[in-house]
């Protein structure tokens, strides 16, 4: 049929083509299990803060929406474990793009991605989150910020892509837990993916050598 | 001939009647405009299994109207470097001439059982065309190359590089696809023997088998469709405002509701193309009366015929893929123009012969042999073309 053959196709879908649209606001579309959405900053177990103030995420940041600066940890009432915390740490959702890298980089797995994406602002101010937005509450559950549109599953599993293929994709590491316990949660049972018997997905078995030579590089 | 209302001696009755035909008609292909948009979005939607508009009024259906407040509301901004007074007035050009040539399409009327379309309103005998000037095909040709001058010096106006390449492209395919228009044009009026709209319409009336669809053999039909949707800027030869290559092409300096008369065109040509094929080709208004009042069917059988070329022509956009450049020109000048050409040979060799009482078969088959020899040709002489300047391309390693 050549060029009329198209013809037919467009007409066909007229009568007996199925309708793809969602209704948006309505009906919404199911979210995928890992889905990049607003990040949230974990506390251990104990309740200390999972950040060190290394600015790796900052470093690592293509769209240079991390703002980070690094305190020496009060030594009567310490933040986080060890030496340092992050004593500001913004992040700007008008630029961030949601690629994970931040999360690639933490070396503490202090920042996550929640799998929110239902926020808005009505003023630039209002885009940049801070850290006390960012920290899970009391419960180790991310805050349900009044402006958001948060949907039942939405705040769970904020470490799943860690817990997936962290540290990693390793043979030698299949099966073994190589991740810190979460505020709430304690030690998290490794998600679909790491013991699954397909083959080990190891593009980032070197990622934190890797994320430190490309945070000097910045 | 002519339109029985002005045969006469003039009175305010007869002005009435024409100032009421003209405002039915302004109004008529306004609505239709307002249709056509929100039914090419919806169709187009249906094509690419979607819903389309349907968030103002029920099913969508004041989607225009919104569309059309948008608009006014809008800033109307002025570019530093446009040609200010040609810039105001290129809109205008572009969609002055598409009302003009409406006036001259027959949108109803009764043209059954050998009558000429004549009604009556208010006890006076007329037409239901705003005019019937004898030269009317011709005066659709002309309008025609006037609304070319509206997109190129909205693009030249504009002062900027993407509206002045679109404006070139624009002025490039509709001189040239104006021809192969013209050329199928005049295979009706050779058939028709009369350059009124009004008499071509008479001449279909009989049944189908009268309609110049058939008389004329289908392919002047095809070629007019063809550089219709060429000359109307239509997709698939919209590269006049290919987005992708230049921006939103002539209008893009455009904006607001100097813009929205631009978009208003577009839709108003593709209507008023639609009306003239269906009055050139598909008997216009003509067709059987049913049943009730006699005056309603000829308009129903015109909107009837008109809806489906609207379809036809948001049919082509959903199905095929823009033309590059030189394919268009090649279709234009080696095919089409050609074709348009011999085919008016060929229906004038045969006219001829009926005249002079010539053997038809004899005819037809002296026309198609000259015809083949032709073709070969100007096949022979492209691909000569085509070797040389091949010959002249320099291939760097």
Redesign the interface.
């Known amino acids: 049929m050549g060029y009329l053959g198209?013809?037919a196709?467009?007409?066909r879908?007229?009568f007996f083509?199925?309708?793809?649209?969602t209704q948006y606001p309505k009906e919404k579309a199911p979210i995928a299990m890992r889905r990049h959405g607003r990040h949230v900053l974990n506390r251990y177990e104990d309740g200390m803060e999972k950040c060190i103030g290394c600015e790796l995420c900052a470093g690592v940041c293509p769209a240079r929406c991390i703002y980070v600066r690094g305190a020496d940890n009060p030594p009567d009432d310490p933040v986080s474990p060890g030496e340092r915390y992050g004593f500001v740490y913004e992040i700007n959702y008008l630029r961030c793009i949601h690629c994970d890298l931040c999360v690639e980089a933490c070396p503490t797995e202090a920042i996550t991605e929640s799998k929110l994406f239902e926020f808005s602002f009505t003023d630039r101010q209002d885009a940049i989150y801070t850290r006390d937005e960012l920290l899970v509450d009391d419960d180790g559950r991310p805050q349900l910020l009044p402006w958001e549109d948060w949907r039942p599953g939405d705040d769970e599993h904020t470490s799943a892509w860690m817990r997936a293929t962290a540290p990693s994709g390793d043979a030698s590491y299949e099966g073994r837990v190589a991740w810190s316990g979460e505020l709430g949660y304690g030690l998290r049972a490794p998600e679909l993916g790491q013991t699954a018997p397909a083959p080990a997905d190891d593009h980032d078995d070197h990622g934190h050598d890797d994320h430190d030579d490309h945070g000097g590089g910045h | 001939m002519g339109d029985p209302l002005l045969s006469g001696p003039l009175d305010w009755g007869i002005v009435g009647i024409v100032v009421l035909k003209v405002v039915v008609a302004f109004v008529l292909l306004l609505v239709s405009v307002l249709f056509m948009v929100y039914w090419e979005r919806k169709?187009i939607a249906?094509?690419?299994?979607?819903?389309g508009p349907d968030r103002a009024g029920p099913a969508g259906i004041l989607q225009t109207l919104a569309d059309g407040t948008k608009f006014f509301f809008k800033e109307d901004l002025h570019p530093q470097r446009a040609d200010w007074a040609v810039f105001v007035l290129a809109p205008f050009l572009s969609f002055v001439p598409a009302f003009v040539t409406f006036a001259i399409v027959p949108i109803g009327g009764d043209f059954s059982n050998g009558n000429d379309g004549t009604i009556s309103i208010f006890g006076r005998d007329t037409y239901l065309q705003v005019a019937d000037p004898p030269i009317g095909v011709l005066l659709f040709l002309a309008l025609s190359s006037i609304a070319v001058y509206g997109v190129m010096l909205a693009g030249w106006s504009s002062g900027s590089k993407y509206p002045l390449l679109g404006s070139v492209r624009a002025s490039a395919q509709m001189v040239s696809y104006e021809a192969a228009l013209g050329l199928s044009v005049c295979a009706v009026v050779l058939l028709s023997g009369s350059l009124s709209t009004h008499e071509i319409v008479v001449q279909q009336a009989g049944s189908v088998l009268d309609w110049n669809l058939v008389t004329t053999g289908v392919v002047p039909f095809v070629i007019f469709l063809i550089a219709g949707t060429a000359e109307l800027n239509r997709p698939p030869f919209d590269l006049v405002e290919a987005e992708q290559e230049l921006v939103g092409g002539f209008h893009t300096e455009y904006s607001s509701i100097r813009f929205a008369l631009f978009f208003l065109a577009e839709f108003m040509n593709t209507v008023v193309m639609s009306a003239i094929i269906v009055t050139l080709f598909f008997g216009g208004p003509a067709g059987p009366q049913l049943f009730g009042p006699d005056i309603i069917w000829g308009f129903f059988w015109f909107v009837a015929k008109l809806f489906v070329f609207l379809c036809i022509f948001i049919?082509f956009r959903?199905?095929?893929p823009r033309l590059r450049y030189d394919q268009l020109m090649d279709l234009g000048w080696k095919v089409l123009i050609p074709l348009a050409l011999g085919w008016l040979l060929l229906l004038a060799a045969i006219k001829l012969g009926q005249q002079l009482d010539w053997n038809l078969g004899a005819v037809i088959v002296g026309a198609i042999a000259i015809m083949g020899a032709a073709t070969g040709l100007l096949v022979a002489a492209v691909r000569s073309a085509k070797r040389t300047a091949d010959d002249d391309v320099v291939v760097i390693d």
């Not at chain 1, 083509?17 to 649209?21: I, S």
């Not at chain 2, 249906?46 to 819903?51: L, Y």
């Open positions: 198209g013809f196709i467009t007409l879908n007229v083509g199925p309708r793809v649209t | 169709f249906d094509m690419q299994n979607r819903i049919w959903a199905t095929l």
